[in-house]
């Protein structure tokens, strides 16, 4: 038997829980899977929905949740989820495929702008202060920011959860991101909110 623990704790979706294997699962950002297509990029996202009762995984920085398909009870999911994450963090399995760049370079589905492989170090920096600064200020209040693409000066985010569509985040955007990214990267001109 494993001396790893993984534990579980419910979420406001009761069709969620999260897992926390006591560990980093995510060095940096996060991932959402949505379908198993996404998946694919993922042996461990891939293994979950191949179970066929799982419709969403996403890795957190310290966890993973998964979302269970209507009508599935978690008392008959939830001992394989738990074997397939036991298995992965006993083994020390990649959390990606090798190729598919840990999901950073790649654009998220429904990016709106590929990035130019020559703005890669701006890209670089950019994705590293929504990690470090903008990010855990959105998260406190139930939301997070993505990042969409840079294109020309112009750096394009995504607001979600609790965050898109109150009336505060546009002015939020504007102000505080704009300001913090173009202080530290003068390649930025604009933020625009997708």
Known sequence: MHAMLIETEPTPNPATLKFLPGRVV???GTRD???PEEAEASPLA???FGLGDVTGVFFG???ISVTAAPGIDWIDLKPDVLSILL???SANMPLFRAGSAAGIEVPPEGAEFGDNPEDADVVAQI???IDTRIRPAVANDGGDIVYRGFDQGKVYLQMQGACSGCPSSTATLK???EQLLKYYVPEVTEVRAI
Request: glycine letters at 4%.
């Open 26 to 28: 995510m060095e940096a």
């Open 33 to 35: 899977f949505a379908s």
């Open 46 to 48: 891939d293994a979950l």
């Open 61 to 63: 920085r310290d966890f």
């Open 87 to 89: 298995d992965h963090f």
């Open 127 to 129: 994705r590293e202060l």
């Open 175 to 177: 102000n505080g991101i």
